[in-house]
Nanobody, 121 residues
Framework: VQLQASGGGLVQSGGSLTLSCLVS????????ITWYRQAPGKAREGVSC???????LYLDSVKGRFTISRDNVKNTVYLKMDNLEPEDTAIYYCAAIRRCSWFREGPYDYWGRGTLVTVSS
């Protein structure tokens, strides 16, 4: 199983980025996929989740700014991040998870290398 996150970068406060997560090795349509992040010196936190049933969940601090979506043909999950803030600076990871209700802390079944998002003030 592989989950490849990409799309990170350096952006100014108020800017936008879209992250992508390419999934292989599992039945994509049967998997809930979550994004979580870890900032330096801080615990990891779940950011968003897209369930098999099509429901989505978000961390309170990103509601209205981040949008998760998935393309079942491309086996890819996206995280569109608008109005970014310096507090969003972190390494972002995507992971497969059994239940989106667990997305804030896990556990995660599979995850890959993250992609770094840096938001300058």
């Amino acid at each position: 199983v592989q989950l490849q996150a990409s799309g990170g970068g350096l952006v100014q406060s108020g800017g936008s980025l879209t992250l992508s997560c390419l999934v292989s090795g599992l039945t994509f349509g049967d998997s809930s996929i979550t994004w979580y992040r870890q900032a330096p010196g801080k615990a990891r936190e779940g950011v968003s989740c897209f369930s098999v049933s099509g429901s989505t969940l978000y961390l309170d601090s990103v509601k209205g700014r981040f949008t998760i979506s998935r393309d079942n043909v491309k086996n890819t999950v996206y995280l569109k991040m608008d109005n970014l803030e310096p507090e969003d600076t972190a390494i972002y990871y995507c992971a497969a998870i059994r239940r989106c209700s667990w997305f804030r802390e896990g556990p995660y079944d599979y995850w890959g290398r993250g992609t770094l998002v840096t938001v300058s003030s």
